[in-house]
């Protein structure tokens, strides 16, 4: 079954520190696509970024970085010298390819709260 | 930039009673979805909807729940009888394409039942 493991329940750093969010999958599909989304304290989800099973570049936005390792199942996210405006909750999403009709499985979510 | 709406933002209401959640989605989507996130816990798949039928429910999604494009624009929810359990944030997606695509998210509604 298809699964995302996301460790971390809670993450607390103090701004302009690095941090990496953890995202751990599961899947039988040969193709598949990974996701995370934003979700700040109002509540909306914010889509960050797409990755599909066969691009293993890593991919760099702003102060955002992603680390995709098929051969260890992991699709990490890094935040580059962190600021309080990232304080959210972070979710890592897989689609679930094995019904054809695109639904997301979420892992539990990070939170991440960046001091001052 | 185009985005999902959803109305209302805030419901409450009284368990047993029906409530109708009302959904946006951008106009040239054409897979629309509805997910649930009760307080504190992770993002659960409700319902999957395209050209004009359920594609695919989840275990959650009973006979309590039931979902409609009345027109071309509007994507609604609609929970029967309200249970207590059913308090949750719900968000509508919708994506262009099914699967190979990005599902982007309305605001949510915050559903509480007394």
């Known amino acids: 079954a298809q699964k995302v493991t996301q460790a971390q329940t809670e993450i607390s750093v103090v701004e302009k520190e690095d941090v990496t969010l953890d995202c751990v999958y599961e899947t039988r599909d040969t193709t598949y696509y990974l996701f995370w989304y934003k979700q700040p304290p109002s509540g909306e989800l914010v889509f960050l970024i797409r990755?599909?099973?066969?691009?293993?570049q890593n991919e760099i936005s702003g102060r955002y970085s992603w680390n995709f390792q098929k051969s260890t199942s992991s699709f990490n996210f890094t935040i580059t010298a962190s600021q309080v405006v990232d304080s959210a909750v972070y979710f890592c999403?897989?689609?679930?390819?094995?019904?054809?009709?695109?639904?997301?499985?979420f892992g539990q979510g990070t939170t991440l709260q960046v001091k001052p | 930039e185009p985005e999902v709406t959803q109305t209302p933002s805030h419901q409450v209401t009284q368990m047993g009673q029906e409530v109708i959640l009302r959904c946006v989605p951008i106009s040239n989507h054409l897979y629309f979805y509805w997910y649930r996130q009760i307080l504190g816990q992770k993002v659960e798949f409700l319902v999957s909807?395209?050209?004009?039928?359920?594609?695919?429910k989840s275990e959650i999604f009973d006979d309590q729940f039931s979902v409609e494009r009345p027109d071309g624009s509007n994507f609604t929810l609609k929970i029967r009888s309200t249970k207590l359990e059913d308090s949750a944030m719900y968000f509508c997606a919708s994506s262009e394409l099914v699967d190979t695509d990005t599902q982007y998210f309305g605001p949510g509604t915050r559903l509480t039942v007394l």
């Open positions: 909807f395209y050209n004009n039928e359920i594609s695919e």
């Open positions: 999403a897989l689609t679930d390819r094995s019904s054809n009709t695109g639904k997301l499985i």
């Open positions: 990755r599909n099973s066969f691009d293993e």
